[in-house]
């Protein structure tokens, strides 16, 4: 890859007549990608109150008083109570919600992802902006199921990678937290005599309960979100592909980008990391957090767009695939 200075450099030259038409397929797609979080937030408030945890309720009529501990362990004690009396309701709710999500993330989320790329591409290519619709284009007859079932096998690869490092953490969490659910909900103390009886009556070793073993779990989990992180980038080609061509199929298009980013991860992440000091300044104005990050997106975006067309271009110089397979035509 070249430096990073010459695909921002080219991402602004591109950008310099199109700026308004690239904020305006930013903010439409994200608001399209982002509709089913404030739907599925209100629904679940509405229909699942249980799901929703409250902040200190019954502790925020003390005015100025100091909380005391006593006060505190009372009122978690009390909330754990309500939850073991209305835990039908919340894994119902949460997993409504959840389903939900995926459902809109892998038929609209996804595809709508496809169609911001491909308009940032083809933008890079041309010299006056498309139009708004080709964001669109994923979604016409044809074209629809590829990109569903293209971006679906990604995700699930995604997936994967990202529940190892949870599952790892939990497995260390969870007997610290059938620990403290037991001193609190009973109002015991923590005490070796504790430990023993929990780990006789839920079955497990005694050493699964202490410091060591949260220190490993955390460290594993750690390893594996790196190697998390790795895969990540190492499959971040595909909607590009996708957008190039969604005949590609996910399992095609997936092993296209891991040959395309091989030995250029680093530099990838780095791209991302060259960002950074853009995204604290648009955190910075607190009152328009959103706004600021969008008007900044464009700018994002078409970075991206520039580095994928140079790994592509890299890649056929290679032999790794040809540009008639992306749907380019070869000029003689």
Same mark, same amino acid.
């Given at each position: 890859?070249?430096?990073?200075?010459?695909?921002?450099?080219? @991402?602004?030259? /591109?950008?310099?007549?199109?700026y308004?038409?690239?904020?305006?397929v930013?903010?439409?797609?994200?608001?399209?990608?982002?509709?089913?979080? #404030?739907?599925?937030?209100?629904?679940?408030g509405?229909?699942?109150?249980?799901?929703?945890?409250?902040?200190?309720?019954?502790?925020?009529?003390?005015?100025d008083?100091?909380?005391?501990?006593?006060?505190?362990?009372?009122?978690?004690?009390?909330?754990?109570?309500? #939850?073991?009396v209305?835990?039908?309701?919340?894994?119902?709710?949460?997993?409504?919600?959840?389903?939900?999500?995926?459902?809109?993330?892998?038929?609209?989320?996804?595809?709508?992802?496809?169609?911001?790329?491909?308009?940032?591409?083809?933008?890079?290519?041309?010299?006056v902006?498309?139009?708004?619709?080709?964001?669109?284009?994923?979604?016409?007859?044809?074209?629809?199921?590829?990109?569903v079932?293209g971006?679906?096998?990604?995700?699930?690869?995604?997936?994967?990678?990202?529940?190892?490092?949870?599952?790892?953490?939990?497995?260390?969490l969870? %007997?610290?937290?059938?620990?403290?659910?037991?001193?609190?909900?009973?109002?015991?103390?923590?005490?070796?005599?504790?430990?023993?009886?929990?780990?006789?009556?839920?079955?497990? %070793?005694?050493?699964v309960?202490?410091?060591?073993?949260?220190?490993?779990?955390?460290?594993?989990?750690?390893i594996?979100?790196?190697?998390m992180?790795? *895969?990540?980038?190492?499959?971040?080609l595909?909607?590009?592909?996708? @957008?190039?061509?969604?005949?590609?199929?996910?399992?095609? @298009?997936?092993?296209?980008?891991?040959?395309?980013?091989?030995?250029?991860i680093?530099?990838?992440?780095?791209?991302?990391?060259?960002?950074?000091?853009?995204?604290?300044?648009?955190?910075v104005?607190?009152?328009?957090p959103?706004?600021?990050? /969008?008007?900044?997106?464009?700018?994002?975006?078409?970075?991206?767009?520039?580095a994928? *067309?140079?790994?592509?271009?890299?890649?056929?110089?290679?032999? #790794?695939?040809?540009?008639?397979?992306?749907?380019?035509?070869?000029?003689?």
């Amino acid at each position: 890859m070249v430096r990073r200075a010459r695909l921002k450099l080219d @991402a602004r030259r /591109h950008l310099s007549e199109k700026y308004g038409d690239a904020l305006g397929v930013a903010v439409v797609t994200s608001l399209i990608t982002g509709a089913v979080s #404030i739907v599925v937030s209100v629904t679940s408030g509405k229909f699942f109150p249980e799901i929703q945890l409250p902040f200190l309720d019954g502790l925020s009529g003390l005015g100025d008083q100091e909380i005391t501990y006593g006060e505190l362990v009372d009122w978690l004690a009390d909330y754990l109570a309500r #939850i073991r009396v209305s835990w039908p309701l919340i894994v119902l709710g949460a997993l409504i919600s959840l389903v939900a999500t995926a459902l809109y993330k892998i038929f609209v989320g996804n595809v709508i992802s496809v169609g911001r790329e491909r308009w940032y591409l083809r933008a890079a290519h041309n010299d006056v902006a498309p139009p708004f619709s080709l964001t669109f284009t994923p979604f016409r007859k044809g074209q629809y199921g590829k990109t569903v079932w293209g971006m679906l096998w990604v995700s699930i690869w995604l997936f994967i990678w990202s529940v190892i490092p949870t599952l790892i953490f939990l497995a260390g969490l969870l %007997p610290s937290q059938l620990v403290l659910f037991h001193v609190l909900l009973n109002r015991t103390a923590l005490t070796q005599g504790l430990l023993l009886r929990l780990s006789k009556h839920y079955g497990l %070793p005694l050493f699964v309960f202490g410091l060591p073993m949260l220190l490993i779990s955390m460290l594993l989990s750690l390893i594996m979100t790196l190697v998390m992180i790795r *895969k990540r980038y190492s499959y971040c080609l595909v909607p590009y592909l996708l @957008a190039d061509n969604p005949s590609l199929g996910g399992r095609q @298009a997936l092993n296209l980008s891991k040959a395309m980013t091989r030995g250029n991860i680093w530099k990838l992440f780095m791209l991302d990391l060259s960002f950074i000091g853009w995204i604290l300044l648009c955190l910075v104005c607190i009152c328009f957090p959103w706004v600021t990050l /969008h008007l900044f997106a464009p700018y994002y975006f078409m970075s991206w767009a520039e580095a994928y *067309k140079l790994l592509r271009d890299q890649a056929a110089k290679r032999g #790794i695939i040809r540009m008639e397979e992306l749907g380019y035509v070869r000029v003689t």
